[in-house]
């Protein structure tokens, strides 16, 4: 679990690192720059909230994982809904930047944690 948590904390500060980087040779607007850190920022959380959810739930029988893994992963993507429309509506932010850069972590974060069940099955030979 470890692992996955590293994977993704690097994914995240090298996308910030590009984007900061971007920022400081006047390529991107700050606004832009607020946009992607707070969409990173969302994700991240989303991210740390499954693993999370596993860890609670992969030593005991297979309702209450599944109800943690699908249950959480629908309560999940409905919070994130509300927040990314809260976000949208409230704050002065650059909505396309926040747009892309949300549903490119979102679905990458995602990918990540098919693989991470994926592995954590191989390990315990199920």
């Known amino acids: 679990m470890k692992r996955f948590l590293n994977q993704i904390i690097y994914l995240y500060l090298s996308v910030f690192i590009i984007i900061a980087i971007l920022y400081f040779t006047k390529t991107i607007a700050s606004k832009f720059l ?3 850190i ?28 599944l109800i943690y893994n699908l249950g959480g992963l629908g309560i999940r993507l409905i919070s994130l809904l ?3 429309l809260l976000i949208i509506k409230l704050l002065n932010i650059d909505e396309y930047a926040f747009i892309f850069i949300f549903f490119l972590f979102y679905f990458i974060s995602l990918i990540l944690e098919v693989f991470f069940y994926i592995k954590y099955k191989e390990n315990i030979k199920i």
């Open 34 to 36: 607020f946009s992607a």
């Open 82 to 84: 509300i927040i990314f």
């Open 38 to 65: 707070l969409a990173g920022i969302i994700n991240l959380i989303n991210a740390f909230a499954a693993v999370k959810l596993f860890q609670l739930s992969y030593k005991k029988g297979g309702s209450s994982f």
